[in-house]
Every structure is written in structure tokens, then in C-alpha cells.
């Protein structure tokens, strides 16, 4: 059974920093496509960054040049790095894993999730 345990998530200020982990267990993280995820209040969830097994990245529009998705084969975890934030990126961050074809977005494609992290960002 695959596991995914996100952690540091808190409270910050805006343009402050932020880097997220995700351990994965039960499996070898480099046989998934990994991705982050979020969801804030009253909101659907939406893709953050998602990287492939190959090493290709794809990073959401409003995220892009501030996130960074990477991974640590040889530690199975997964990371997001988090600059310049603002009360857009206000949100529950979810770690997630998907095996074989994923075309798109789409949470639906993910298997396996992580109970998420709160990250909160204020004025």
C-alpha cells in the first residue's frame, strides 16, 4: 500500500517562504508521476506542479517561476518550494501519486493522496 505523508505547511507572511515535503512509503517513488495539489475554502482542487518519472515538470500558470517541484529518489520524498507567497497560495496542499498514462490535471488521475497541509498566508 502506498503511502504519502505531506508536512510544513504553517503559517506565514506574504512574500515569505515555504517548503513542503511529501515522504512516500510502501512503493518506490520513482515508478509514479508525483504532483502537488490544492484546495482552498470553497474552491476545487487544483494542480500546482506535477513531475514525471522522466524528470519533466509542468507547473500551473500562477505558480510558475515561484514553485519549484523536485523529488529525492533515494530518499522517496517528494518536495514543493514555495517563494514569494501571497493570499492566493492560501490553501490545503495535497500530495499526490499516479501510475501509468496521465494525460492532464485532473485529480482523478491520482491514486494514492496525502491528508494534506495547511498553508496560510497573511497580510
Known amino acids: 500500500q502506498v503511502q504519502l505523508v505531506e508536512s510544513g505547511g504553517g503559517l506565514v507572511q506574504t512574500g515569505y517562504s515555504l517548503r513542503l515535503s511529501c515522504a512516500v512509503s510502501?512503493?518506490?517513488?520513482?515508478?509514479?508521476?508525483m504532483a502537488w495539489f490544492r484546495q482552498a475554502p470553497g474552491k476545487e482542487r487544483d494542480r500546482v506542479a506535477t513531475i514525471y518519472p522522466s524528470g519533466i515538470w509542468i507547473y500551473a500558470d500562477s505558480v510558475k517561476g515561484r514553485f519549484t517541484i523536485s523529488r529525492d529518489n533515494a530518499k522517496n520524498t517528494l518536495w514543493l518550494q514555495m517563494t514569494r507567497l501571497s493570499d492566493d497560495d492560501t490553501a490545503v496542499y495535497y500530495c499526490?501519486?499516479?501510475?501509468?498514462?496521465?494525460?492532464?490535471?485532473?485529480?482523478?488521475?491520482?491514486?494514492?493522496w496525502g491528508q494534506g497541509t495547511q498553508v496560510l498566508v497573511s497580510s
Open positions: 510502501g512503493d518506490t517513488l520513482s515508478n509514479y508521476t
Open positions: 499526490a501519486a499516479g501510475r501509468g498514462k496521465i494525460p492532464d490535471g485532473r485529480p482523478s488521475w491520482y491514486a494514492y
